[in-house]
């Protein structure tokens, strides 16, 4: 890591305890966090209360480039993707691939198709 104190275990935090976590250890106030990202304080505040558990990957991204943390980690946390080998795509989008599709590609798509969905939320 970059100089922080060691955060394990984290896969044990949720992703509002990860996020208190990583500000308070740069260390970063909520305000200092929404200059630094765009994101609301209020927004932050809620996300680390638990109050908000599956924010949108376009806040997850900016959290992590403000953090200096991996967006994978902020979308697994949020249940957007998971570890471990990634499930066989079917259906629609299976048929679409002219090969089969590479682990990263899956990643990829499946990272694109959360951000989709959660547009239509909003």
Known sequence: MTGRKDLHPEE???LGDFL???RTSIPMTLREAEKASGVSNAYLSQLEQGKIV???PHFLHKLAAAYGVSYDSLMERA???TK???PRLTGRLATFANKELTAAEERELLRFLGYIRSQKKG
């Open 12 to 14: 044990e935090q949720s």
């Open 20 to 22: 208190r976590t990583i």
């Open 54 to 56: 599956k924010p949108s």
């Open 79 to 81: 249940g957007y993707i």
């Open 84 to 86: 471990g080998p990634s």
